[in-house]
C-alpha cells in the first residue's frame, strides 16, 4: 500500500496538482473516509462510514504507454461517475451488459452499482486523471448468490478503446483472487453468446464455457477458484 501511494504521489504532480487522487486512494478501513471531492472542482468534503472497506484491493497500474490506471473498490460517490461510464460506452457494450436496451444507467441501478457491502458484493472501478478530470474506464463486480454462498456471479465493463490493453484481465484476476480468499470456490456469469469479447476474456482464463440451459441466447461461464495462496489482510 505505501508503494502505491508513493506512486500516487508522483502522478500526482505530474498531473496537475490534483486533490481527487490523493483522495481517492486514502480511505480507511473499519472508520471514517472523508472524501474531498470527485469530480475536478468540487471542494465540499463528505464522509461516508464504509465498515469492511478492502484496502488492500486499491492499486496503480501502468498501462500501455505512460497511462497511469487506478484501480479501487467502489465509494457511494461515484454513482455519477458510473452514468456518465455506461452513457459513453456504445449501444452494443450496454446491451451486451444489461441485456436490454439502455441509454442510461437507472437511478436505482446506478445508486446499487456504487453502494456495496464489500463481503457478499465487490465491485471495482477503474479510472484515469487527466488534467485533474476522473474519468471511469472499466468496472468489474461479483454477487454472492444468496442460494449458494460459495458462488459469485461476476460481470465486466471496458470502455471500447481500453480493451486491446488487458485491463479486463487485469480486473478480473483481482476479482478471483478476492473471491477465493473470501471463500468463493467458483465464479459464474451467465453472457450473450453473441457476445464475443466476453466469451473470449473467460475462455483465455480457463472458464469452462457451455451453453445454457436456460436461455438459447445465452453463454455459460464458470471458473473453479484455486486456493487461495494466503488470508485476505486483517
Not at 442460494?147 to 461476476?154: I, L, M, S, V
Not at 471496458?158 to 480486473?171: H, M, N, S, T
Request: aromatic share 6%; charged share 20%; proline share 7%.
Amino acid at each position: 500500500m505505501n508503494k502505491v501511494l508513493k506512486q500516487l504521489d508522483h502522478c500526482q504532480r505530474q498531473d496537475s496538482g490534483s486533490p481527487e487522487v490523493a483522495a481517492v486512494l486514502a480511505p480507511v478501513r473499519f472508520a471514517r473516509h472523508k472524501w474531498n471531492g470527485g469530480p475536478a472542482g468540487l471542494a465540499v468534503p463528505v464522509t461516508y462510514t464504509i465498515p469492511h472497506y478492502p484496502v488492500h484491493l486499491i492499486d496503480l497500474v501502468q498501462m500501455a504507454g505512460v497511462t497511469r490506471v487506478i484501480i479501487r473498490p467502489t465509494l457511494p460517490q461515484v454513482a455519477q461517475l458510473q452514468r456518465d461510464f455506461f452513457r459513453a460506452v456504445s449501444a452494443e457494450s450496454r446491451y451486451n451488459r444489461f441485456r436490454t436496451p439502455l441509454t442510461e444507467l437507472p437511478e436505482e441501478l446506478a445508486r446499487r452499482f456504487s453502494s456495496i457491502d464489500c463481503t457478499s458484493h465487490i465491485a471495482l472501478l477503474a479510472e484515469v486523471f487527466v488534467g485533474g478530470r476522473q474519468t471511469m474506464i472499466g468496472e468489474a463486480r461479483y454477487v454472492v448468490d444468496p442460494c449458494d454462498p460459495a458462488t459469485g456471479e461476476f460481470a465486466i465493463a471496458i470502455a471500447e478503446v481500453w480493451r486491446v490493453r488487458g485491463l479486463a484481465r487485469i480486473l478480473l484476476e483481482r476479482l478471483e483472487r478476492q473471491a477465493a480468499a473470501s471463500g468463493i470456490k467458483r465464479l459464474v456469469a451467465d453472457t450473450l453468446r453473441a457476445n464475443r469479447t466476453m466469451i473470449g476474456l473467460a475462455a483465455h482464463a480457463g472458464y469452462n464455457v457451455r451453453a445454457s440451459r436456460d436461455d438459447a441466447r445465452l453463454a455459460r461461464l464458470e471458473n473453479c477458484l484455486a486456493p487461495p495462496a494466503s488470508p485476505l489482510p486483517s
